[in-house]
């Protein structure tokens, strides 16, 4: 693959000066386009280059004229939460034919254009492709018919293509998820959501049709999300008893006075013989078989529109930035790359390996070969049908048990969940999953209500399958949660609540006091016997400021809560004086919330150097309206409402200056697509691994006990695994004054936030390297 894009490679300012880039979407829009257009733009700039709009797609390139237009600083401010592509996008028939494409290789060679970034789907990064190894010979003969000269045909002799993918179904291999599939996952829980409602008030069932011509990703992971009775996905046609158990399904849970039945149909859903099976096929079946009022809503391009997400602002940001600084590294003998997302990172992938593997999932669908569709569609979209089979299956419920030391549970194998620190959203579905998995498992569930006060006092019940039905779209905590640590309660009096309840595994679902009252527990086995028993701990805070896991359950939530607050605040300075907000955040001594919104948003990162920037960008690029974010703990003196006074002393009078502190807003909310997914699958994964424990540590005759340090485990996302780390080995990365991990991941991206906003940097350090598609960059989370 040569040299291009080794990891760790920095890029100076100006270092690409003299040279041209024409960015362009295609196809389909996606939300986040416009974040991929404004990060090319402006790191095409730090890196010296001219950036040119290719407006329309290919349609653009081939009509030339206005539609190639040189892009500067203001042209992109404004349009980072904007949906769709405000540079346009076309269907292009004349691209397809040679003579089209010569046509498109005079345009750009007339604006000195021989660097492109594409953003589309598989259609649009191949005629990219195309087109990159056709240059030569289009060249060859432009300059036989004098429409080029020998200086021109020389100075641009190569071409280079960097793509990103937009595209709401992620059906492209190579990418953990593409441009604008995290923004359609919002768009359809909020559907889901708002029709829950009128569904529960007249007892019926909606089907409902979402995007998904040729992938399921989005029907797969909205069900997981909203609880969805049934999906339907091309990737993995319904037996063909389908109808029969369909029904009995329904009526089973509606005997169980279910009032709501939702089912996600797949635009591309079909059966077994390959036959269509559409949403309109779903409620004929409801409405004669079983009588029920079914209503079918069909989504359609309301799942391309709204806002993008705060993640889709973040992907196109980083995966645009990165688009530049590989054609930097371009040469002509390095295959075209597009730009992905593994985990926390982005990667270079050969573009043509990634078009080859995307066509060997559908020639496996026609070819009916559907296990080897879901396969090569990667570990990840195993997981999640993986999981939705589980979650799907009906048991029947038990009685609502309020536990005594007397109790019939000392009969069973146990397991326990409890929620420790301040509410986040994933928690409810975190519990929800872990309920209803470790029933199917036929382990007996025990709730700890709010933390180690309701152990103490009580509070634990038996928890049953329909109990935790609708959780996973709830924030808060229904388990109830406070600040608490295992060593102020006493782990004496923890270890005999442990023997009391026959308590043989523990899931905690918190923040750092769930990490640091897990690893008291760990550290007390030796003194207490009966707290060694398995015990893992799913990271859930906003903060995102636990060691093992590079994120944790309901950061992504705020992250949302954040970019929408901020959208809203901006927009009410709109028709007014020019105007500055300072916002601030909540995160404790970790700033991954302000970092990672100022990247969604924000134009600065605040310090009282930044009065001087924001007044030049007011001044010299337009700009109308700024926002600063500000950590709750970033320094001690400049606070919230110094710098609010700062900034309005020294900027008046070319701005005003406002303050918003977002609070507990922050917290609030319902669990974005995101953190029920996370929630739902990091709780089963759990589930498994306590299973496996209480297996190996314990037999029949009765509690077999174990002090072992890999049985009290954190589990998190380490780049795209979920790692099982035990929390022992996690103490000396964990810096406990500030309540932090010592390394954090995310502090890479501070330079390009500073960029992306026009701040001095001096040295910018490249996040990527080329790497290939095989077995294991797939087996992913």
């Given at each position: 693959?040569?040299?291009?894009?080794?990891?760790?490679?920095?890029?100076?300012?100006?270092?690409?000066?003299?040279?041209?880039?024409?960015?362009?979407?295609?196809?389909?829009?996606?939300?986040?386009m416009n974040a991929a257009v404004r990060a090319v733009v402006r790191m095409g700039f730090y890196v010296g280059s001219k950036v040119y709009f290719i407006k329309e797609g290919y349609q653009g390139m081939v009509d030339g004229g206005d539609n190639i237009e040189e892009a500067t600083w203001a042209s992109v401010s404004g349009i980072l939460q904007m949906g769709g592509t405000v540079i346009g996008s076309a269907r292009c028939k004349d691209f397809r034919e040679r003579s089209g494409r010569l046509i498109a290789a005079t345009n750009l060679i007339k604006k000195g254009i021989s660097n492109l970034v594409v953003i589309g789907g598989d259609g649009s990064l191949t005629g990219a492709d195309c087109f990159r190894q056709e240059w030569g010979g289009l060249l060859d003969?432009?300059?036989?018919?004098r429409k080029i000269s020998q200086e021109e045909r020389e100075k641009y002799k190569h071409l280079n293509i960097v793509g990103m993918v937009g595209s709401i179904d992620n059906d492209f291999c190579g990418t953990d998820m593409t441009i604008g599939t995290d923004s359609a996952l919002h768009r359809i829980i909020e559907a889901v959501d708002a029709i829950a409602t009128t569904a529960l008030s007249h007892q019926r069932a909606f089907v409902m049709e979402v995007m998904g011509r040729h992938c399921g990703y989005l029907a797969l992971v909205g069900a997981l999300a909203t609880e969805a009775d049934w999906v339907f996905i091309p990737e993995w046609p319904p037996e063909d008893n389908w109808k029969e158990t369909l029904c009995k399904k329904l009526v089973a849970e509606?005997?169980?006075?279910?009032?709501?039945?939702?089912?996600?149909?797949?635009?591309?859903?079909?059966?077994?013989?390959?036959?269509?099976?559409?949403?309109?096929?779903?409620?004929?079946?409801?409405?004669?078989?079983?009588?029920?009022?079914?209503?079918?809503?069909?989504?359609?391009?309301?799942?391309?529109?709204?806002?993008?997400?705060?993640?889709?602002?973040?992907?196109?940001?980083?995966?645009?930035?990165?688009?530049?600084?590989?054609?930097?590294?371009?040469?002509?003998?390095?295959?075209?790359?597009?730009?992905?997302?593994?985990?926390?990172?982005?990667?270079?992938?050969?573009?043509?390996?990634?078009?080859?593997?995307?066509?060997?999932?559908?020639?496996?669908?026609?070819?009916?070969?559907?296990?080897?569709?879901?396969?090569?569609?990667?570990?990840?979209?195993?997981?999640?049908?993986?999981?939705?089979?589980?979650?799907?299956?009906?048991?029947?419920?038990?009685?609502?048990?309020?536990?005594?030391?007397?109790?019939?549970?000392?009969?069973?194998?146990?397991?326990?969940?409890?929620?420790?620190?301040?509410?986040?959203?994933?928690?409810?579905?975190?519990?929800?999953?872990?309920?209803?998995?470790?029933?199917?498992?036929?382990?007996?569930?025990?709730?700890?209500?709010?933390?180690?006060?309701?152990?103490?006092?009580?509070?634990?019940?038996?928890?049953?399958?329909?109990?935790?039905?609708?959780?996973?779209?709830?924030?808060?905590?229904?388990?109830?949660?406070?600040?608490?640590?295992?060593?102020?309660?006493?782990?004496?009096?923890?270890?005999?609540?442990?023997?009391?309840?026959?308590?043989?595994?523990?899931?905690?679902?918190?923040?750092?006091?769930?990490?640091?009252?897990?690893?008291?527990?760990?550290?007390?086995?030796?003194?207490?016997?009966?707290?060694?028993?398995?015990?893992?701990?799913?990271?859930?805070?906003?903060?995102?400021?636990?060691?093992?896991?590079?994120?944790?359950?309901?950061?992504?939530?705020?992250?949302?809560?954040?970019?929408?607050?901020?959208?809203?605040?901006?927009?009410?300075?709109?028709?007014?004086?020019?105007?500055?907000?300072?916002?601030?955040?909540?995160?404790?001594?970790?700033?991954?919330?302000?970092?990672?919104?100022?990247?969604?948003?924000?134009?600065?990162?605040?310090?009282?150097?930044?009065?001087?920037?924001?007044?030049?960008?007011?001044?010299?690029?337009?700009?109308?309206?700024?926002?600063?974010?500000?950590?709750?703990?970033?320094?001690?003196?400049?606070?919230?409402?110094?710098?609010?006074?700062?900034?309005?002393?020294?900027?008046?009078?070319?701005?005003?200056?406002?303050?918003?502190?977002?609070?507990?807003?922050?917290?609030?909310?319902?669990?974005?697509?995101?953190?029920?997914?996370?929630?739902?699958?990091?709780?089963?994964?759990?589930?498994?691994?306590?299973?496996?424990?209480?297996?190996?540590?314990?037999?029949?005759?009765?509690?077999?006990?174990?002090?072992?340090?890999?049985?009290?485990?954190?589990?998190?996302?380490?780049?795209?695994?979920?790692?099982?780390?035990?929390?022992?080995?996690?103490?000396?990365?964990?810096?406990?004054?500030?309540?932090?991990?010592?390394?954090?991941?995310?502090?890479?991206?501070?330079?390009?936030?500073?960029?992306?906003?026009?701040?001095?940097?001096?040295?910018?350090?490249?996040?990527?390297?080329?790497?290939?598609?095989?077995?294991?960059?797939?087996?992913?989370?």
């Amino acid at each position: 693959m040569g040299e291009m894009g080794k990891e760790g490679q920095t890029v100076v300012p100006g270092v690409w000066a003299g040279n041209t880039i024409g960015v362009f979407t295609s196809g389909g829009d996606s939300q986040g386009m416009n974040a991929a257009v404004r990060a090319v733009v402006r790191m095409g700039f730090y890196v010296g280059s001219k950036v040119y709009f290719i407006k329309e797609g290919y349609q653009g390139m081939v009509d030339g004229g206005d539609n190639i237009e040189e892009a500067t600083w203001a042209s992109v401010s404004g349009i980072l939460q904007m949906g769709g592509t405000v540079i346009g996008s076309a269907r292009c028939k004349d691209f397809r034919e040679r003579s089209g494409r010569l046509i498109a290789a005079t345009n750009l060679i007339k604006k000195g254009i021989s660097n492109l970034v594409v953003i589309g789907g598989d259609g649009s990064l191949t005629g990219a492709d195309c087109f990159r190894q056709e240059w030569g010979g289009l060249l060859d003969e432009l300059l036989q018919t004098r429409k080029i000269s020998q200086e021109e045909r020389e100075k641009y002799k190569h071409l280079n293509i960097v793509g990103m993918v937009g595209s709401i179904d992620n059906d492209f291999c190579g990418t953990d998820m593409t441009i604008g599939t995290d923004s359609a996952l919002h768009r359809i829980i909020e559907a889901v959501d708002a029709i829950a409602t009128t569904a529960l008030s007249h007892q019926r069932a909606f089907v409902m049709e979402v995007m998904g011509r040729h992938c399921g990703y989005l029907a797969l992971v909205g069900a997981l999300a909203t609880e969805a009775d049934w999906v339907f996905i091309p990737e993995w046609p319904p037996e063909d008893n389908w109808k029969e158990t369909l029904c009995k399904k329904l009526v089973a849970e509606r005997n169980l006075g279910q009032r709501l039945n939702i089912i996600l149909v797949a635009e591309g859903a079909i059966d077994r013989q390959g036959n269509p099976i559409t949403s309109d096929v779903v409620k004929e079946l409801l409405s004669t078989e079983l009588k029920i009022d079914t209503r079918v809503t069909v989504l359609g391009h309301v799942q391309r529109g709204g806002s993008p997400s705060a993640f889709d602002r973040i992907l196109g940001s980083r995966m645009g930035a990165e688009a530049v600084l590989a054609l930097i590294d371009a040469s002509h003998d390095t295959p075209a790359c597009v730009i992905s997302i593994e985990g926390n990172s982005t990667v270079r992938v050969p573009l043509m390996e990634c078009v080859e593997r995307t066509k060997e999932v559908q020639a496996c669908m026609d070819k009916k070969n559907f296990e080897e569709a879901v396969r090569l569609r990667g570990k990840s979209f195993q997981n999640n049908l993986n999981t939705y089979r589980l979650l799907s299956k009906l048991r029947p419920p038990s009685s609502h048990i309020k536990l005594t030391s007397h109790d019939e549970a000392k009969d069973h194998r146990n397991l326990a969940i409890m929620n420790i620190g301040a509410p986040a959203c994933g928690m409810n579905a975190a519990a929800r999953s872990f309920v209803r998995i470790s029933l199917t498992r036929g382990f007996r569930v025990l709730g700890i209500h709010d933390s180690f006060d309701g152990l103490m006092n009580g509070d634990v019940v038996a928890m049953t399958w329909s109990q935790v039905q609708g959780w996973a779209g709830k924030g808060g905590s229904f388990l109830g949660t406070k600040k608490q640590w295992a060593n102020d309660v006493g782990l004496d009096k923890i270890a005999a609540k442990f023997t009391e309840y026959k308590i043989d595994g523990l899931m905690i679902v918190g923040g750092f006091d769930a990490y640091h009252s897990a690893l008291q527990l760990a550290e007390g086995r030796e003194k207490h016997p009966a707290l060694s028993i398995p015990i893992v701990v799913i990271p859930c805070t906003i903060s995102n400021n636990i060691p093992g896991s590079d994120f944790s359950l309901g950061a992504d939530t705020a992250l949302n809560e954040i970019t929408d607050i901020c959208d809203r605040i901006k927009q009410s300075a709109t028709g007014t004086k020019r105007r500055v907000f300072v916002a601030e955040t909540m995160g404790g001594y970790c700033g991954y919330l302000a970092t990672l919104a100022g990247l969604a948003r924000a134009l600065a990162i605040s310090l009282p150097t930044d009065v001087e920037h924001l007044k030049d960008k007011i001044l010299t690029a337009n700009v109308q309206r700024g926002l600063v974010l500000r950590n709750e703990n970033a320094n001690h003196n400049y606070n919230t409402d110094f710098i609010t006074r700062l900034f309005a002393e020294e900027g008046y009078p070319t701005f005003s200056t406002r303050m918003n502190v977002l609070g507990h807003m922050q917290q609030g909310g319902y669990p974005s697509p995101f953190d029920r997914n996370y929630g739902t699958k990091m709780a089963a994964k759990g589930v498994e691994w306590l299973a496996e424990m209480v297996e190996t540590y314990m037999d029949p005759s009765g509690r077999r006990l174990t002090g072992n340090a890999d049985t009290v485990v954190l589990l998190g996302m380490m780049k795209r695994h979920l790692t099982f780390t035990p929390v022992e080995e996690l103490k000396e990365g964990t810096n406990f004054e500030k309540r932090i991990p010592k390394e954090q991941w995310w502090l890479k991206l501070r330079p390009l936030l500073r960029i992306l906003a026009k701040h001095t940097v001096g040295e910018y350090e490249t996040e990527s390297e080329m790497i290939t598609i095989d077995e294991e960059q797939h087996d992913s989370f």
